[in-house]
RNA sequence: GCUCCCAUCGUCUAGAGGCCUAGGACACCAGAUUUUCAUUCUGGCGACACGAGUUCGAAUCUCGUUGGGAGUACCA
């Protein structure tokens, strides 16, 4: 009989709950559900300055949302814990690992300080070497060191890696073994000046300690396997299958983030994504149905769940996709859930909006047509309500194209604030100069220049925000709509006056 | 720069030597249904990166080229 499967992931609380996360989660969750194994969350927060508790929180909430249910973790406890590596570093158990290393000679002091390191990659950099470590604290003598980490000086703990040589591994998912020479390789820091473990020490350590049998992670991680390999041999542990899975890519092929994508785990739950769609959609992007179903629950997922179908080669994480899934999913819905979904929806933006519309208001339902440029995904314009009395079309364009060029420079501004006030401030700082009829002007700038008045530039600019010639007042109106949307809208509304 | 990984329609993928004149989904285009829009249905466009080899036979195996990606931290 085998040894029952467990599987991890292990995040890093820094910043929102990462979209990777759930791919990851998600493949090692059906990894454990299909084998009937465990599936633990651990929480890797040994870096003290980028780690946070909220953002553990974000991660514990947004996996619960997803439904990728941990039976091991810092929230849920387990038999292996604790689960978070601040407190394992507090009970002590990585230095000892360490120390273990180093009475075996496998690792060594080092007392390098930042400056000297930043010196060195400097000097390889301007050389064109290969940038690292040159191991000038390897060949000390034990002794020696130990004497000056006793008198206070500040050290690190680096692995000795081999000299010479070639890792080779064979992931699952590649037809051909990994190989790599171990003189790539550096002599990685395993214990930081603060005493605390990096990532690969924590790592093996947990990994084993947990009792891990598989680790799916990404693909960012190959390159370190061979550490982690090493370390597995020389704390005489038996290692994890690895398996690296590709990274979830922006269109233009590189590694997603938050520039080019929404990676926010936060963000889908706040548009309105059903949790059933986002992980159908993550599924699909790296486990083919063996039935070339498109559409599927977690747990038929996890029936037919199958590791070596997991494709290697990093998907383009495409929203566009997710969307139409979504869309699926909702008219899907019960009467029951969908109302509650609406409700949400609406309740989302609701306290910002009443008091905006509400001076409009006579009945309650009115609030549904007050309110709707609001919520809106777009707006229709009409070319009669966007051309003001007195002005052609191509006279309109140019005005929006320039208020639009002024409000993206703004939003784009450091420390600028989208709010009314300012907003009021920039745009009539902005007719201020457009209605400047300068010295010996052409009879037609003059005229031009004339045209710049409150109402007609104030009703077109209304009209390309919201599609309507009604609304709340202008800047709050534009303040609430958010710079994207008003943008956006300003865009639109330009292409139909072409 | 160096090292490693990857490579089928625009995108996600099926394909484990003959079933492939390469299948599906999203997107796109056209048509039908719908007072409009959306949904739904039907049809269309559209790919094995390139070059050598292995083989009777290659999208599938090998090598090279090209392209893309990742790593190169006292971050994970």
Redesign the pocket.
């Known amino acids: 009989m085998s040894v029952p499967v467990r599987v991890r992931i292990?995040?890093?609380p820094?910043g929102d709950p990462h979209v990777g996360t759930a791919y990851i989660g998600l493949l090692n969750y059906c990894f454990a559900r299909h084998h009937g194994g465990k599936f633990v969350l651990r929480i890797?927060d040994?870096?003290q300055q980028?780690c946070s508790e909220a953002s553990a929180q974000a991660i514990y909430a947004s996996l619960k949302w997803l439904g990728l249910v941990y039976d091991e973790g810092p929230d849920v406890g387990g038999e292996r814990g604790p689960y978070v590596q601040s407190e394992r570093v507090k009970l002590g158990m990585y230095q000892r690992y360490a120390e273990q290393l180093i009475e075996q000679g496998d690792a060594y002091y080092?007392f390098?300080?930042?400056r000297e390191?930043d010196a060195m990659?400097a000097r390889q950099r301007a050389n064109?070497?290969?940038?690292?470590?040159d191991r000038r604290h390897r060949g000390a003598d034990l002794a020696e060191s130990r004497a000056r980490v006793a008198k206070g000086e500040?050290y690190?703990i680096r692995l000795k890696v081999p000299l010479e040589g070639e890792h080779v591994y064979k992931d699952r998912?590649?037809?051909?073994?990994?190989?790599?020479?171990w003189k790539?390789i550096?002599d990685?820091?395993l214990l930081?000046?603060?005493g605390?473990?990096?990532?690969?020490l924590?790592?093996v350590v947990d990994d084993h300690l947990m009792g891990i049998t598989h680790v799916i992670r990404a693909?960012?991680?190959?390159?370190?396997l061979p550490k982690h390999t090493l370390l597995n041999q020389k704390l005489g542990f038996t290692p994890p299958e690895y398996v690296?899975v590709?990274?979830l890519?922006n269109?233009?092929?590189?590694?997603i983030s938050k520039r080019k994508n929404p990676t926010n785990l936060l963000w889908y739950r706040e548009q309105g994504f059903l949790p059933e769609a986002l992980v159908n959609f993550l599924a699909?992007?790296?486990h083919?149905h063996?039935d070339?179903r498109?559409k599927f629950t977690l747990d038929e997922l996890v029936s037919v769940f199958d590791l070596?179908?997991i494709?290697?080669?990093?998907?383009?994480f495409?929203l566009?996709?997710l969307?139409?899934l979504q869309?699926?999913y909702f008219?899907e819905l019960s009467p029951e859930r969908m109302r509650a979904e609406v409700h949400r929806a609406v309740d989302a933006r609701f306290d910002k909006l009443l008091p905006l519309v509400k001076e409009r208001m006579v009945v309650g339902g009115d609030f549904i047509w007050q309110a709707e440029p609001f919520y809106a995904d777009s707006v229709t314009h009409h070319v009669e309500d966007l051309v003001p009395k007195g002005w052609d079309k191509v006279q309109t364009k140019t005005m929006l194209e320039q208020l639009q060029q002024a409000l993206k420079q703004f939003a784009a501004g450091e420390g600028s604030q989208w709010d009314a006030p300012s907003l009021e401030a920039l745009i009539r700082g902005l007719m201020e100069s457009r209605s400047q009829v300068p010295e010996g002007a052409t009879d037609e700038a003059r005229a031009a220049a004339q045209l710049w008045q409150n109402k007609p530039v104030f009703m077109a600019l209304r009209v390309a925000a919201t599609g309507k010639r009604e609304s709340p007042p202008l800047f709050d109106t534009l303040a609430v709509l958010g710079s994207t949307k008003t943008l956006e809208r300003l865009g639109l509304a330009q292409q139909k006056l072409r």
Not at 128 to 133: A, L, V
Not at 173 to 181: E, S
Request: proline letters at 8%.
């Open positions: 292990a995040p890093s820094t890797e040994t870096d980028r080092c390098c300080t930042a390191l990659k064109n070497e290969p940038i690292m470590y500040p690190v998912l590649r037809k051909l073994p990994v190989a790599k020479g790539e550096d990685q820091v930081k000046s603060d605390w473990p990096t990532y690969h924590a790592a693909e960012e991680w190959l390159n370190s690296h590709g990274l890519r269109a233009d092929k590189s590694k699909t992007l790296g083919s063996p070339g498109e070596d179908r494709n290697v080669a990093g998907p383009v495409d566009v996709k969307k139409n869309g699926q008219r």
